[in-house]
């Protein structure tokens, strides 16, 4: 193998690929990253056996040519040779060199061959949207999915396609994050319904954060697919069904209350460094004179109490919950003003942003 790229072009791809590079002691060839030249172009790899990630460069190709380096040690060499031409070329495959204009140095590696090979995702259903919208929705979601892997179904993101609407669904049964994005009406299309892992749902998010266009997203029975311009994320699927959370969410409310997101946040914040010492529980009340007060029980390190004005309508009300399952859901609303829908203290408590109809978020109330 002989290929000549540009320095910048070289490191942005070892940096996408590295994101699935896996820490393996068994199988040290996971640590690696795989590089493969075809035809003009050069192509990287790397899998932790859940996630694959590989990533297509057009470039000048002299020789075609194989193998895996150390994933670390190649992209942080990369990352210290100035921007400029750099030629990568394959010693008796298991030996990469690589020149610039001031230096020469070679790494050790691992025979391509042992590089697992990543499946190939049958298209037995597709589906194409913007990649600013499905980043929006896997961040608005993703916090909520559980870091318990002893069920392993509430550890992932739940993708319901159907019709004209994809539904994000994530909960730990603690709260829950529900997201629709239209998509193109199709009258034929079937329902198909997956559970990606929670991992690569964020990782999925970060490469979209740095994309633009629009993402194909390919699902098969065992896993699922998606591409973005030069980037394919492969990843397997989690087992099992999904809960039906939709009688989870109430449907009416005694009482809904509208108040300035950056507001409640703030006094969110103030009132949880009281409520750690007694399991993050905070309280509040709301009255029709327009004020919520959030509050504590005293602890050993104190208490308080915070007041802010509100829009109600409704009964007045009370209610406790976590209140960093609030904070979480805060900063990723996207709008000034936030709604809260309350029905009883034993009841979830709603929240959704004043505009948008298409999220809702949800946490399972506290004893008060």
Same mark, same amino acid.
Request: glycine share 2%.
């Given at each position: 193998m002989? =290929?000549?790229?540009?320095?910048?072009e070289?490191?942005n791809?070892?940096n996408?690929?590295?994101?699935?590079v896996?820490?393996?002691? =068994?199988?040290?060839?996971?640590?690696?990253i *795989?590089i493969?030249t !075809?035809?003009?172009?050069m192509?990287?790899?790397?899998?932790?056996?859940?996630?694959a990630?590989?990533?297509?460069?057009?470039?000048?190709?002299?020789? !075609?040519?194989?193998?895996?380096?150390?994933?670390k040690?190649?992209?942080?060499?990369?990352?210290?040779l100035?921007? !400029?031409?750099?030629e990568?070329?394959?010693?008796?495959?298991?030996?990469l060199?690589?020149?610039?204009?001031?230096s020469?140095?070679?790494?050790?590696?691992?025979?391509?061959d042992?590089?697992p090979?990543?499946?190939?995702?049958?298209?037995?259903?597709t589906?194409?949207?913007?990649?600013?919208?499905?980043?929006k929705?896997?961040?608005?979601?993703?916090?909520?999915a559980?870091?318990n892997?002893?069920?392993?179904?509430?550890s992932?993101v739940?993708f319901l396609f159907?019709?004209?609407?994809?539904? *994000?669904?994530?909960?730990d049964?603690?709260?829950?994050?529900?997201?629709k994005i239209?998509?193109k009406?199709?009258k034929?299309?079937?329902?198909?319904?997956?559970?990606?892992? +929670?991992?690569?749902?964020? !990782?999925?998010?970060?490469l *979209?954060?740095?994309?633009t266009?629009d993402?194909?997203?390919?699902?098969s029975?065992?896993?699922?697919?998606? &591409?973005?311009?030069?980037?394919e994320?492969?990843?397997?699927l989690?087992e099992?069904?999904?809960?039906?959370?939709?009688r989870?969410i109430?449907?009416?409310?005694?009482?809904k209350?509208?108040?300035?997101?950056s507001d409640?946040?703030? +006094?969110m914040?103030?009132?949880?460094l009281?409520?750690?010492?007694?399991?993050n529980?905070?309280?509040?009340?709301?009255t029709?004179?327009?004020?919520?007060?959030i509050?504590?029980?005293?602890t050993?390190?104190?208490?308080?109490?915070?007041?802010?004005s509100v829009?109600?309508e409704?009964?007045?009300?009370?209610i406790?919950?976590?209140a960093?399952?609030?904070l979480? =859901? *805060?900063?990723?609303?996207?709008e000034?003003?936030?709604?809260?829908?309350i029905?009883?203290?034993?009841?979830?408590?709603?929240?959704?942003?004043?505009?948008? &109809?298409?999220?809702t978020?949800?946490?399972?109330?506290?004893?008060?």
């Amino acid at each position: 193998m002989k =290929v000549f790229c540009n320095q910048k072009e070289l490191l942005n791809a070892l940096n996408i690929v590295s994101k699935a590079v896996s820490q393996n002691v =068994v199988l040290p060839v996971l640590n690696n990253i *795989l590089i493969k030249t !075809e035809g003009k172009e050069m192509f990287f790899a790397a899998t932790n056996l859940e996630i694959a990630i590989k990533y297509h460069l057009q470039t000048d190709v002299r020789n !075609e040519g194989s193998m895996t380096v150390p994933a670390k040690l190649f992209t942080n060499y990369i990352s210290l040779l100035p921007d !400029e031409k750099v030629e990568l070329s394959v010693l008796d495959n298991l030996t990469l060199a690589i020149k610039s204009s001031s230096s020469q140095t070679k790494i050790k590696g691992i025979h391509a061959d042992e590089f697992p090979l990543i499946p190939k995702t049958e298209k037995d259903h597709t589906l194409s949207i913007p990649a600013k919208e499905l980043e929006k929705a896997l961040n608005q979601v993703v916090f909520s999915a559980s870091l318990n892997t002893s069920r392993p179904v509430l550890s992932g993101v739940y993708f319901l396609f159907d019709k004209d609407a994809l539904k *994000l669904v994530a909960t730990d049964s603690y709260r829950l994050s529900e997201r629709k994005i239209s998509t193109k009406k199709d009258k034929d299309a079937a329902r198909v319904e997956c559970i990606v892992p +929670a991992r690569t749902a964020f !990782e999925l998010s970060k490469l *979209l954060s740095k994309s633009t266009g629009d993402v194909d997203i390919t699902i098969s029975k065992n896993q699922i697919l998606f &591409a973005i311009g030069a980037i394919e994320l492969t990843s397997r699927l989690i087992e099992g069904k999904f809960p039906d959370y939709e009688r989870i969410i109430p449907k009416t409310s005694k009482t809904k209350i509208l108040t300035s997101t950056s507001d409640l946040e703030l +006094a969110m914040k103030r009132v949880s460094l009281f409520a750690k010492e007694d399991s993050n529980s905070v309280k509040i009340s709301v009255t029709n004179d327009g004020k919520m007060m959030i509050s504590t029980e005293e602890t050993k390190v104190g208490e308080e109490k915070a007041e802010i004005s509100v829009t109600i309508e409704g009964e007045n009300n009370k209610i406790a919950f976590n209140a960093q399952y609030l904070l979480d =859901v *805060l900063p990723v609303l996207g709008e000034d003003k936030v709604c809260l829908e309350i029905n009883d203290k034993l009841s979830p408590v709603v929240v959704r942003p004043q505009k948008n &109809a298409d999220y809702t978020y949800i946490i399972m109330p506290l004893k008060i």
